[in-house]
């Protein structure tokens, strides 16, 4: 398993660029409408891969659920974890007593898969499985229309 990268919540997009711009990180590319809102995926200049994504959703609500008590700008949103099969993951996370959602594939793809869990304090956490030959990391490419 890898950090892939973590997922900040913001309650002002414009803000949050300027400031994350003018400390060093550059806009690798953006989704405007998912379950989290839209998200802005950063890098610093050295860096291979995205290392934040910005997520701002005025809405106040994550992956389709209100948050209890939660602030749309209180930080984390979710942290993102490469697996290399999710199906022994989820089996080693069973195993463990950590119960996970059922994966799913945003694109459809069967080897391209998601599932999240929850820890004890409500943070959530986005578990990755890439195709095969993916990169291990998100990407300029992954974000091409």
Known sequence: MRTLHFGLRVTNPER??????????????????????????????GDEFVSIELVHDPAGRQAGREEAGADAGSGLSHLVVKVESMDATLAELAARGVDAEAPESPDGADDFRTAWLTDPDGNRIELVQWPAGHPDGLSAADLQD
């Open 16 to 45: 949050s660029l300027a400031f994350y711009t003018a400390v060093g990180y550059e806009v690798v590319g953006s989704v405007p409408d998912t379950p989290l809102g839209r998200l802005t995926m950063l890098k610093l200049p």
